[in-house]
């Protein structure tokens, strides 16, 4: 397991080229003092968990890590849960 951006970053498999993923994200919103967004990279094919973003992130960060994680993992899709955001 890789861990990455002061461990809130968990690789435990690296993506791969022939491979799609999606990738399942609650941004929380509650800053620092409330509740941890989380975001799970899945292998679209075996459902198979590779990575978790999980920690206290502004909504604005937040987005971006996600962006990020989503063109390391071959452009994944990316399904963001919305409340009230």
Do not use: W
């Amino acid at each position: 397991m890789e861990m990455h951006d002061n461990r809130r970053l968990m690789m435990g498999f690296p993506p791969e080229t022939a491979h799609e993923y999606i990738i399942g994200v609650d941004p929380a919103g509650g800053g620092s003092e409330g509740d941890y967004s989380c975001a799970e990279v899945i292998e679209r094919r075996t459902g198979m968990q590779c990575a978790e973003l999980h920690g206290h992130f502004p909504p604005r960060e937040m987005a971006r890590k996600i962006a990020e994680l989503g063109r390391l993992y071959n452009e994944a899709l990316l399904a963001v849960e919305r409340n009230n955001h």
